[in-house]
Every structure is written in C-alpha cells, then in structure tokens.
C-alpha cells in the first residue's frame, strides 16, 4: 500500500491550503482514512479522520477550520484547510486504517504558516 500526498506549502496566518492524499495498491473504500501531524519537538497528533461512510472525527483545536473529505471511487482524502494558524506548522501526514493490523501512512507533506 502506498499513500501519496501533496498540497503542503508556505501560507500566511488567515489563509487556506487543500491537502490529498491518494491510496494504491491492497486497499480498501471501506477503510479509514485521515490526517495527522506533527510540529517540531513534539509528538504526532491526530488532526482528522473520515469512515467510508462520511462519518468525520477532528482535534479540537481544527475544529470549524478544517474540513476531511474523501472520495471512495477514487481512494482519495483530502483536508480542506482555513483560517490558518501558525500553530499549524507541521508536517502533515496520511493514513489508512483497516482491519487487525493493516495500517499505513504517507510520506509527509510539509504546511508552514508564516505570521
């Protein structure tokens, strides 16, 4: 399974940025898929996740900011991402998660918001 993500970039405070992320190889539309990230010095932290079924999930602190789509045909999660912070400077990272001990992550795409 790979996950390919892209869309990271530098923004400034109070502007948007969309991530994607794309699945390949033994997955499945039925899994969850999300996003997580992670700032210098500290740990890896969930940001979003969505079921096959739409259900979504978000850390407080993006909360009415960022938005989680997907789209099953195409095993594709994106993050919709406004109102940025500079406390949302991170690396961002996909996953996918399924079934016993099925779990994966993507490469990381970086978002730096400037103030």
């Known amino acids: 399974v790979q996950l390919q993500a892209c869309g990271g970039g530098l923004v400034q405070a109070g502007g948007s940025l969309r991530l994607s992320c794309v699945a390949s190889g033994r997955t499945s539309s039925s899994f969850t898929m999300g996003w997580f990230r992670q700032a210098p010095g500290k740990q890896r932290e969930l940001v979003a996740t969505i079921r096959s079924g739409g259900s979504t999930m978000y850390a407080d602190s993006v909360m009415g900011r960022f938005t989680i789509s997907r789209d099953n045909a195409k095993n594709t999660v994106h993050l919709q991402m406004s109102s940025l912070k500079p406390e949302d400077t991170a690396v961002y990272y996909c996953?996918?998660?399924?079934?016993?001990?099925?779990?994966?992550w993507g490469q990381g795409t970086l978002v730096t918001v400037s103030s």
């Open positions: 996953n996918i998660e399924g079934p016993y001990e099925y779990k994966f």
